[in-house]
């Protein structure tokens, strides 16, 4: 089981990045998924959660600018960023809490991070 994230990039403040992250794998069910970024020298916070039903929770820094989204048949997950500031510039990381086939036992997987920048 991996976790593969894309999209991030450099965008100018006010613009809007879409990142994506699809999970691969024998997998048996996915429970909540979510995004966590890292800006340097600070610690990886949570950013937005959606579970398997849609239900969502956001970070308080992104409340009204992100939006988290999820295909369940096709094991992604999505953030919308739009309003973007500089203070968004950070390594986002997919996170998801997967059973994989062989063991029908959840546990959290992280994908590889990608790189969102916010400058002018």
């Known amino acids: 089981v991996q976790l593969q994230a894309s999209g991030g990039g450099l965008v100018q403040p006010g613009g809007s990045l879409r990142l994506s992250c699809a999970a691969s794998?024998?997998?048996?069910?996915?429970?909540?998924m979510g995004w966590y970024r890292q800006a340097p020298g600070k610690q990886r916070e949570l950013v937005a959660l959606?579970?398997?039903?849609?239900?969502?929770t956001y970070g308080g820094s992104v409340k009204g600018r992100f939006t988290i989204s999820r295909d369940n048949a096709k094991n992604t997950v999505n953030l919308q960023m739009n309003s973007l500031k500089p203070e968004d510039t950070a390594v986002y990381y997919c996170?998801?809490?997967?059973?994989?086939?062989?063991?029908?036992?959840?546990?959290?997987?992280w994908g590889q991070g990608t790189q969102v920048t916010v400058s002018s």
């Open positions: 996170n998801a809490l997967i059973a994989p086939t062989s063991t029908r036992i959840l546990n959290g997987y």
């Open positions: 794998g024998s997998i048996f069910s996915i429970n909540g």
């Open positions: 959606i579970t398997s039903g849609g239900s969502t």
